[in-house]
């Protein structure tokens, strides 16, 4: 009989073990469906690309469990009826979408400076008769609370990636002042 409490024991912890193993993908849903699909980006078994890294350099990966979401359109002007979209997945990599290119995600790593973990998004547009006139906004919060803004110039030519970190100038910055 006690030989038969062992072999119990060993398949129960095998059993276990397994179970616990399978816990963080099962629980972060496995591979989020909105994450970047470049075949160069490796994939882990979490949905994580294995070059992410936190805000502040080093291997990190987000612990995300929601998403965010801003939009905005340009009223009047040249650009009339164009729509910006920021959408973060939930491994804390952020997109963006300009409806002239309808369907296509560009991750916003491309612009120079872009923070990693980003947790809240905002965006703002500027007609053509503003005093800052066909500029679009691109505000993000790191996981570690500091806010960083790109300003990029909106031309005839929809965001791309091929072509967003030229639009963004300099890239991102970090808010100064911001109450962190």
């Given at each position: 009989m006690k030989y038969g409490f062992r072999r119990l024991s060993t398949v129960t912890g095998t059993v276990v073990a397994a179970i616990l193993l399978a816990s963080p993908a099962v629980a972060q849903g496995g591979v989020d469906s909105t994450a970047r699909t470049d075949s160069t980006a490796p994939r882990l078994l979490s949905g994580h690309t294995a070059d992410q890294k936190g805000s502040t350099g080093g291997n990190k990966h987000c612990e995300r469990v929601q998403r965010d979401f801003s939009s905005d359109v340009v009223d009047f002007g040249t650009f009339s009826d164009t729509q910006f979209h920021l959408a973060t997945n939930r491994q804390g990599e952020a997109f963006l979408?300009?409806?002239?290119?309808?369907?296509?995600?560009?991750?916003?790593?491309?612009?120079?400076?872009?923070?990693?973990?980003?947790?809240?998004?905002?965006?703002?547009?500027?007609?053509?008769?503003?005093?800052?006139?066909?500029?679009?906004?691109?505000?993000?919060?790191?996981?570690?609370?500091?806010?960083?803004?790109?300003?990029?110039?909106?031309?005839?030519?929809?965001f791309s990636a091929s072509n967003l970190a030229t639009a963004c100038g300099p890239g991102f910055a970090q808010i100064p002042g911001t109450p962190v």
């Amino acid at each position: 009989m006690k030989y038969g409490f062992r072999r119990l024991s060993t398949v129960t912890g095998t059993v276990v073990a397994a179970i616990l193993l399978a816990s963080p993908a099962v629980a972060q849903g496995g591979v989020d469906s909105t994450a970047r699909t470049d075949s160069t980006a490796p994939r882990l078994l979490s949905g994580h690309t294995a070059d992410q890294k936190g805000s502040t350099g080093g291997n990190k990966h987000c612990e995300r469990v929601q998403r965010d979401f801003s939009s905005d359109v340009v009223d009047f002007g040249t650009f009339s009826d164009t729509q910006f979209h920021l959408a973060t997945n939930r491994q804390g990599e952020a997109f963006l979408n300009d409806s002239r290119n309808p369907g296509v995600w560009v991750d916003i790593d491309v612009i120079p400076g872009a923070p990693k973990c980003v947790i809240d998004t905002d965006l703002s547009a500027t007609e053509s008769g503003a005093n800052i006139p066909n500029k679009l906004f691109l505000n993000v919060e790191s996981e570690d609370g500091k806010i960083f803004q790109a300003v990029c110039n909106i031309t005839a030519t929809p965001f791309s990636a091929s072509n967003l970190a030229t639009a963004c100038g300099p890239g991102f910055a970090q808010i100064p002042g911001t109450p962190v």
